[in-house]
């Protein structure tokens, strides 16, 4: 409509036409699986252990990573693991024998966050639980129990900063802060939600002091820790020295371990290594080729070349 209200319709022509976009391919040294996760080679885990040995972190970072490490748990879930968890898997595995055992996110007592609320099974072994056990009946960790807002109760969170507050708070604690009259929330400090950020923090801060001593440890996330259980069940299975396991094994594996909906993102661990090892490969013939044509420049022109 122009300035005088006339109305005027203008004639478009149009086409189904459209043109595409291609997609940002992954890196090869990353696995898509909720995101870009990087395995960490067998190099950089021993790197790791390292500077664990040096204790380069506190122990409650040490046994998040070792826990992240060891059951494939997300952060959120490692750290809303409960003081109940580990008193009850500990006795579990008194009574029965057994080199592992499974905790149950949403079967126990007090649920373990996971991701959109997905039930998940996760194998903790034994030395993993026996660590924990001692951690969890610590003066230290005691002390921070006491300040913090469950207290003295099995509800409580295994792990916590040296402020008395979970490294990641849970979808529980969140409703139970919401309930202005229940007799924990009437005297507790003001709430801020953990998301994890410390421990992302301090992880950061380990790597730096590792990598002083052991170059091999390159930057990684929490995440990846959890991207590295899965590749190492594959190593495991690849390597077994009877060959017993097949792709399909290995696939049903992984799925299992991480619980994965599509067994196509199981499928990119049990390819990551060969991926990874033939990118690898074509780079440094690459190098090679480049390497050779400056050995021939400089037989030709000599080394001062300009």
């Not at 002390?143 to 900063?161: A, H, I, P, Q, W």
């Not at 990598?211 to 077994?240: C, S, W, Y």
Request: charge should be positive; aromatic fraction near 10%; glycine fraction near 4%.
């Amino acid at each position: 409509m122009n300035n005088e209200g006339l109305s005027r319709f203008k004639e478009v022509q149009t086409t189904d036409i459209s043109i595409k976009v291609t997609k940002a391919e992954t890196r090869p040294d990353r696995i898509m699986d909720g995101g870009e996760l990087r395995p960490l080679s067998i190099a950089e885990q021993q790197a790791i252990m390292w500077g664990l040995e040096r204790k380069y972190c506190s122990v409650a970072t040490e046994l998040i990573m070792l826990t992240m490490l060891n059951t494939g748990a997300r952060i959120q879930s490692a750290c809303t693991l409960r003081v109940g968890h580990i008193k009850e898997a500990y006795d579990e595995l008194k009574r029965t024998g057994k080199s592992w055992v499974f905790i149950h996110s949403h079967r126990s007592r007090f649920p373990i966050d996971t991701k959109f609320g997905k039930p998940n099974n996760f194998r903790f072994p034994k030395t993993l639980i026996e660590k924990l056990f001692v951690y969890i009946n610590s003066e230290l960790n005691a002390k921070r129990m006491k300040s913090s807002f469950f207290g003295l109760s099995d509800e409580n969170y295994v792990f916590l900063t040296e402020q008395s507050n979970p490294f990641y708070s849970s979808r529980s604690e969140i409703r139970k802060r919401q309930d202005e009259a229940a007799h924990w929330v009437v005297n507790a400090p003001a709430f801020s939600p953990q998301n994890g950020s410390t421990f992302r923090a301090n992880i950061r801060n380990f790597i730096a002091r590792v990598r002083q001593d052991r170059p091999e440890l390159d930057e990684f996330a929490p995440h990846d820790l959890r991207a590295t259980f899965g590749m190492n069940i594959v190593r495991k299975l690849a390597n077994d020295p009877e060959k017993r396991f097949t792709t399909t094994h290995m696939e049903l594996a992984v799925k299992t371990a991480l619980n994965h909906n599509d067994i196509a993102t199981s499928r990119l661990y049990v390819n990551f290594d060969e991926t990874l090892l033939n990118v690898n490969s074509i780079n440094e013939m690459h190098e090679a080729i480049i390497l050779d044509g400056y050995k021939v420049l400089e037989a030709i022109y000599g080394e001062n070349r300009v």
